[in-house]
């Protein structure tokens, strides 16, 4: 491109942005991938993306008030980049009815199945949820529960409730340790949720039209938020 710098520094200013437009943040992940040698594609795909904050620039992320009982949902898109094969971690946290956290965010190594990527999920967000729990407390919010996280994926699921070492887990085994310690601690609680209610889905990959509206309003991005 001609100009680069225009093109880094729109994305720059859109990370901003997210802050309170999660739906937007796997458009801006995607897009700061490129900072470096962005094509004409990229710039079509920023310009799509503006197109749509500016169709949607009454909505935003409500702070209502509901209970204050913490659950998480943990997804990850498989080997999703094209060029280095490695999986991405995506989750969200809720507080009551209230979205407080969410991460997208590439994973270090390239995992062989797509167990083995959503488990480096639950671990990566099993960490946000131990930091939550004693943020909460020091709030004098008490944390006597485990936190329901959710998962959509039954394999991983298993071996964070029953994990057996051997030759395809061992290069896993810090992750899988983490993880069964505090679901014996009661720290946490894994559930299996269908993709369908899986709402840390709306992270991982490009949507349509009707998928991404319904996802959206499960993160509570509505028009006119009340706050």
């Given at each position: 491109?001609?100009?680069?710098?225009?093109?880094?520094?729109?994305?720059?200013?859109?990370?901003?942005?997210?802050?309170?437009?999660?739906?937007?943040?796997?458009?801006?992940?995607?897009?700061?991938?490129?900072?470096?040698?962005?094509?004409?594609?990229?710039?079509?795909?920023?310009?799509?993306?503006?197109?749509?904050?500016?169709?949607?620039?009454?909505?935003?992320?409500?702070?209502?008030?509901?209970?204050?009982?913490?659950?998480?949902?943990?997804?990850?898109?498989?080997?999703?980049?094209?060029?280095?094969?490695?999986?991405?971690?995506?989750?969200?946290?809720?507080?009551?009815?209230?979205?407080?956290?969410?991460?997208?965010?590439?994973?270090?190594?390239?995992?062989?199945?797509?167990?083995?990527?959503?488990?480096?999920?639950?671990?990566?967000?099993?960490?946000?949820?131990?930091?939550?729990?004693?943020?909460?407390?020091?709030?004098?919010?008490?944390?006597?529960?485990?936190?329901?996280?959710?998962?959509?994926?039954?394999s991983a699921i298993a071996l964070a409730n029953n994990?057996?070492?051997?030759?395809?887990?061992?290069?896993?085994?810090?992750?899988?340790?983490f993880l069964r310690d505090h679901i014996q601690q009661?720290?946490?609680?894994?559930?299996?949720?269908?993709?369908?209610?899986?709402?840390?889905?709306?992270?991982?990959?490009?949507?349509?039209?009707?998928?991404?509206?319904?996802?959206?309003?499960?993160?509570?991005?509505?028009?006119?938020?009340?706050?």
């Open positions: 491109m001609s100009d680069p710098g225009l093109y880094r520094s729109i994305t720059g200013a859109l990370q901003y942005l997210t802050l309170t437009r999660p739906d937007i943040a796997f458009s801006v992940n995607l897009l700061s991938q490129n900072m470096h040698e962005p094509s004409p594609k990229h710039f079509y795909m920023l310009k799509r993306l503006l197109r749509y904050i500016k169709g949607s620039l009454h909505f935003g992320l409500p702070i209502t008030k509901s209970n204050l009982i913490l659950k998480s949902f943990s997804d990850a898109d498989w080997a999703g980049d094209p060029v280095t094969r490695k999986s991405t971690t995506c989750f969200c946290s809720f507080l009551g009815d209230s979205l407080i956290s969410w991460t997208i965010k590439k994973q270090r190594t390239i995992s062989k199945s797509s167990t083995e990527s959503e488990y480096r999920a639950l671990a990566a967000l099993t960490s946000d949820i131990i930091w939550l729990r004693r943020l909460l407390t020091d709030f004098g919010i008490s944390q006597n529960y485990s936190t329901n996280l959710y998962c959509d994926n039954m994990p057996v070492f051997h030759s395809r887990t061992k290069h896993i085994e810090i992750d899988l340790k009661n720290n946490i609680s894994l559930h299996p949720i269908s993709t369908t209610d899986q709402v840390a889905y709306i992270f991982t990959k490009s949507l349509s039209t009707p998928r991404f509206h319904q996802l959206r309003l499960k993160l509570t991005i509505v028009q006119d938020p009340s706050i």
